[in-house]
């Protein structure tokens, strides 16, 4: 298992706070940091100081940052050319020494493209698949080749498919819940197929239909990661999980239900019932950074959490 920290951004964090989650993440030993790619606060609030890119803080990351893996989950397809994305993904790559990893998805939140004048398409699944040809196409097209792509919504022609990544495979995550198109894409393109906000019976349920995918597809299922991002609320005593749920606006029974709540002994249990499904890499989500209490939360589950898990 690893075991990885996801922020939402867009809820109201600046840079500062980022890079003080993130470097405190490496501090106690976590695996990745990553974060969310979204320009506008979903709910009440307002989301100040403002949004933040999220390519441009990962590449501040990987500067100030030294083991920690860096990514997105995930990485709005409408936000950006892939020729372009291949290109600032290869770079942070490169500035990060080989530590980077891109979740890449359709989007889906109208709200933000219609708030900053970004076109939002129809048939985003089918741009989403040709983004995903694109981007692997051009980092596996070897140096002194160029690559063409001639598809329904982009066209290459004698790319030279530079720069190259320092890895030599960028880990690249699909996910979502849908039954068909996402497996299939997972099992041609991804590292990695992330079960976002599941329950244990969902998680089961699609990672069947992804295995299924890879074994169509003629791929060994050991090649595929499964994971699991899951929002963070853990306290030492009900009083502080209480305390720690309130400031999400959400319900502790609700939490326990659909994330990782509870003493860190409940967390330990809910991540063994979902690691039974095949999950072995779980992603701890703190959707609000108002204060500096997540960081006392990181450090209960990095102590009494992951430290258990890992033994």
Known sequence: MDFRIFTEPQ?????????RVATTAEDLGFDAFFRSDHYLRMGAGDGLPGPTDAWITLAGLARETSRIRLGTLMTAGTFRW?????IQVAQVDAMSGGRVE?????????AEHTAYGIPFPDRRIDRFEEQLAIVTGLWETEAGSTFDFDGVHYQLKDSPALPKPVQDRIPVLV???????????AARYATEF???FASVEDTRAQIGRVRAACAAAGRADGGMVYSNALVACVGRDD????RRAAALGREVAELKANGLAGSPAEV??????????????????FPELPDLDHLDQMELIASQVVSQLNR
């Open 175 to 185: 996910g979502g819940t849908g039954p068909k198109r996402l497996p299939a894409l």
């Open 194 to 196: 992330n079960l976002p």
């Open 239 to 242: 009083a502080e999980v209480a």
């Open 102 to 110: 891109l979740g890449l998805g359709a989007a889906w939140f109208e």
């Open 82 to 86: 892939p020729g372009v994305l291949a």
């Open 268 to 285: 330990v249990d809910t991540i063994g019932r979902y690691a039974e499904t095949g999950s072995s890499r779980f992603y701890f989500q």
């Open 11 to 19: 809820q109201g964090a600046d840079y500062n706070t980022l890079l």
